[in-house]
């Protein structure tokens, strides 16, 4: 009666135990719905029981109505210190069922125990028919044993994914500080992961091995720092009709086998079916989290990374980039290989190509963390890294994690994301150094097929950032088709479409331009600071600029300011002191007094206004990214030329 009689009120849609969308969850999730939908009638009827003792008089539909605001009202967490686009979006349905979890006890109602979500993941194996009369594998004993069960178990050094279930599950317990509503988004993830994992097991137990068992062919796998650029390349390279880049809703539901082509899935029912369903659970997800897709953009035909994949051996990034588990993200950067994630994941590989052979297109920021055991999975694998400053990717990813975080709670220490991050690619980096120097030192064999690409390069010219990619990595010219393709890619799907993602170091506490952890990182890959806040006509504004030479040895000051992309070109006149530009220009680590001197030759050939910015706002454009790449301010005396 509660519920009916607010719903009439407030006009809402009808409650439904198979899909709570009223509060805009992200699945169905069947039982755990059930629970929600009997937590929220429940907890309704004990604040109408409770109420009477604080002078509450029930008796009219209005009265009813602000009983059930004043639950949500009583239980309003206060976000006003985040920037407003990292606010969690708290309405009054969402803040009420929060409530009423606190009010019963959100971990009464739903479980995330190992064996609830073990439970639940067999359950909904059961019920899509998935397990074809078989037990459901995940329940066998003795599963950290026997690798042979499907990769169920684990190598030498490695972790069985019992462990890693139980190291997730412990610390979304202890530390993520879950609402009721994230308790559900918890469940739906960890049961469609497992969902996954026991179907494929089954099939390939009940699927004659020859018809699928076949190697993994010169596999691309995009492998750098989160927020590099890497989603972006992985969807333009997808345009190319022969590669192969797994979709998201065929990584979720990879049994039974999905069709190879376009044209095949568009004739496939099921293929269908699946990718309606998932549509709407993204957009179930996605009113949790209002304007993700700026952040992140994703759809379920999209090219999606293979993080999806590791959640099935509970070794995977996704948890961390979801939700608040410093103390698995941990675990899982410690661990001495994680060979027995990267077996399975080419098993299932081998499983969705079938008796095909294809070139798989693959992503992931993880791959950077797990460079050697990917080569070994992998030996003639064509490894793209991308690049970026560090402080620019730290600042990035916390504000994506921050996004996704507020969906599950109500606590969001934007700090602590910020420092777990530094210390993080603090361990990362310095191995990924150290990786591929040996290899440029002692080359293995086969060889290392591996091409560097950075963000700024891969936006100024993504056409031509894949063409050196085509020619330096996979040996061959890239075909008219496919740059056609590509062109009409970008052409439709302009930067910031699902508007500007904007985020600041400082706002995480993000400090690192002279944190020597990440030095050798810059150094060896050549990787340069390209942010430099300054006053533009008054008001403060957020400006990126890059300095470069072009081919007719003149200069050119790329500045990309709130989405704008623009280029000042700066002539210098021939001269002795033009050579002395050069020569300082050209230099991998100029001193002080060449940092003063390009800046005041170059400040003199600035022009009066372009691209909107007058001369007073480029030249400090200027002084920020000569300061910020060479680590001097180029305006003090240390900077001046000799006399």
Known sequence: KVRNAYRRRTHDPPFSTKKVTHFGTM?????????????????CGAVVVLLPYRGVSLGSPGRLSRL????????????????????????????????????????NLVSIAPDALIASGCAAAEKAGLLNGSDCPLQRPNQCESPASGGSGAGAAGACWLEGLERVSRSLETEAQLTLLGRVVVLGHITDALKARAALQVAWEQTDPSEWNREIVAPIIIAGMPRTGTTFLHTLLSQDPSLRAPRTWELLNPVPRPPLTPEAVAEDAYAQARIAELASNLE?????????????????????????????????????????????SEWMYELETHRPALEWHKKVLQWMQGPTEVQWLLKTPYYLHLL?????????????????????????????????????????????????????????????????SRWEQTP????????????????????????????????????????????????????DKHGRHRHSPEDFGINITFDQRFEDYRRRFGVKPAMAHVAVEGARARQTAALKKSPSTD????????????????????????????????KAEPDAPCVGLMYRQLKEVIPEKAGGHGKGALISLLWGQLSAEYGVDARSRAAAPPS
């Open 68 to 107: 059930v605001a004043s639950v949500s009202t009583s239980y309003s967490p206060d976000h006003s210190h985040l920037p407003l686009q990292l606010q969690p979006f708290r309405p009054r349905s969402i803040r009420t069922i929060n409530a009423l979890g606190g009010l019963l006890g959100a971990s």
């Open 444 to 495: 293995p064999d086969p060889p290392v097929h591996i091409a560097d690409v950075h963000l700024g390069e891969l936006q100024q010219d993504p056409i031509g950032t894949v063409k050196r990619i085509y020619t330096e990595l996979l040996g061959h010219k890239l075909s008219e088709d496919a740059e056609n393709r590509m062109r009409a890619f970008l052409k439709d799907h302009k930067r």
């Open 372 to 436: 050697e055991d990917v080569r070994e999975a992998y030996p003639d694998a064509r490894i793209i890294h991308t690049h970026r400053e560090p402080a620019e990717v730290l600042a990035s990813t916390s504000s994506l994690m921050a996004k996704t975080y507020g969906a599950v709670t109500d606590t969001v220490d934007l700090h602590a994301i910020g420092q777990q991050q530094i210390e993080t690619y603090a361990k990362v980096l310095p191995r990924v150094v150290e990786v591929r």
């Open 555 to 586: 200069y050119v000051l790329f500045i990309d300011a709130d989405g704008a992309a623009d280029e000042v070109k700066l002539a210098l006149p021939s001269g002795a002191g033009s050579v002395a530009f050069h020569e300082c220009f050209d």
């Open 27 to 43: 699945a169905s999730l069947g039982d755990a719905s059930r629970r929600l939908l009997w937590a929220a009638i429940v907890g």
């Open 284 to 328: 179930q997800y996605k009113k949790l989290c209002p304007g993700l897709d700026a952040f992140h953009p994703t759809g379920a035909t999209q090219p999606e990374e293979c993080i999806i994949v590791f959640t099935h051996m509970m070794d995977s990034v996704q948890f961390e980039a979801m939700f608040p588990v410093p103390s698995y």
